[in-house]
């Protein structure tokens, strides 16, 4: 996916695919540490509220 994100390589997707395909791609790609970011916050809740349910607080 790195030559995807070159200049060249992004001209060269979006004559193949088009332009809303390759905007798909490219926020999936970027978002994806986001969602992963989000995802650990989640986990972080969900056992946080797990222990409290165990200790009657």
């Known amino acids: 996916m790195v030559g995807f994100l070159d ?3 992004l ?5 193949t695919v088009g332009f809303p395909i390759v905007m798909a791609v ?4 970027r978002m994806e540490k986001r969602i992963e ?3 650990a ?5 969900i ?3 797990k222990s ?3 200790h009657g607080e």
Do not use: H, M
């Open 37 to 39: 970011g989000l995802e």
């Open 7 to 9: 200049i060249a390589g």
């Open 11 to 15: 001209i060269g997707s979006v004559k």
């Open 41 to 45: 916050s989640l986990e972080k809740v």
């Open 52 to 54: 409290r349910d165990k």
């Open 47 to 49: 056992d946080q509220t």
């Open 26 to 29: 490219y926020l999936l790609v």
